[in-house]
């Protein structure tokens, strides 16, 4: 029985590794995607040597900061948050929070939220968007303190729940923005259909793991990347039309905005509700840039100039909406150092597109 036991696990072990093996082998053989990029074989650039970046003698520091802070925990309704982190630019509080510039003795606060644009992939503590914004208000003599509730990877219906959970336990602020837009398209072209999380397939495929031994056997290959490739070569590979998928990710984007702000309204608090810029819509791109666009899946890049097209037309004349699709449209210096993250400069150019809303807001309250 002994020698059975010991022969067993050592077929187990051998075949585990052996699937280990194999799984390696088509990930590194088998491209991810079957799409097309917008160019053929273009690279994109090193975020890390962006010229959006100039010569900032930070940058290599942050970057390995950066990597550190990637660390995330389970957290209810939203699926994660970063875990506590403490840098030179890059400092995370106990509630997964990110530090930000604040005037002092602010008069009123603003919450902030959205992806890792919000969060402040590429720039440091003092320089994200929020931060940004604080320091824009405050050269117009307003002193507010921009609470950064930002987390990589967010769609909007995650950056809302973030924000109805904290009004449970919270006073309310003056203002929350939501800061939204390309990780809805993004997780879309994922999964084919709107209204989800990114990498929504991986959450279901861990559900079933822990479902019993038929359900894990079931689910072991969609855990393993290199045969989910491979399994994918075999599937359906129809694609709903890139103008039907930008209309249901304005339909549902649409939908969340006026019941959150219903919401947000009976906690006491104001909203607004920005939809953000991209590389694939900035007019007057920079090479790099260009480099960046090139790089892109052309289905990503028409999904996104779509759904631009879409939520602007929905939400034509909403007044707790405010389209910034294009707000780098009048800025040919680099601003991005990759399809979505913003340099500080950038950064400071949304912040003075912004503040003069916040002020108007602020003014009706």
Sequence with gaps: MLKFLKDTWLI????????????????????????????????????????????????????RELKQARQTEWSAWEYWRRKPFSGRYINI??????????????????WMAGGSTVWGTGARDEHTLPS??????AQRNLAVRVL????????????????????????PPDLVIFYDGVNDVYAALQAGEAGLSQN?????????????????LQAAPRVLEGLQRLLARGADQALPPVDELAGDVAGRYAFRMRMTQAAV?????????????SVFSKAAKD???????????????????????????RLAGTSLFYDLA??????????????????EAGNRVIAERLAPQVLSLLASD
């Design 148 to 171: 950064n509730l930002g987390e990589s990877g967010y769609v909007s219906g995650q950056s809302q729940l973030r924000v109805l959970r904290r009004l449970e336990s919270e006073a």
């Design 326 to 343: 294009g707000g780098l449209n009048d800025r040919s210096e680099p601003l991005l150092l990759d399809f979505c993250h913003l340099s």
């Design 93 to 110: 509080d106990e509630s997964g929070l990110r530090r930000s510039w604040s005037p002092d003795n602010p008069t009123h606060v603003i």
């Design 200 to 216: 929504e397939a991986h959450r279901r495929a861990d559900f079933r793991v822990t479902d019993g031994l038929d359900n894990y």
């Design 265 to 277: 309204a009976a906690a006491g608090s104001q909203s607004l509700f920005v939809w953000q810029p």
């Design 12 to 63: 187990a072990g051998i075949t585990l590794l052996l699937l280990l093996g194999v799984d390696a082998a088509l990930k590194s053989l088998l491209e991810e995607t079957r799409l097309p990029q917008v160019l053929p074989g273009a690279e994109a650039p090193d975020r890390e040597s962006s010229p959006a970046l100039g010569d900032a003698p930070w940058a290599a520091e942050y970057f």
């Design 132 to 137: 940004a914004l604080a320091r824009a208000l």
């Design 287 to 313: 090479p790099v840039e260009v480099e960046i666009e090139n790089a892109s899946l052309a289905r990503h890049r028409d999904l996104q100039l779509a759904s631009n097209r879409a939520v602007a037309e």
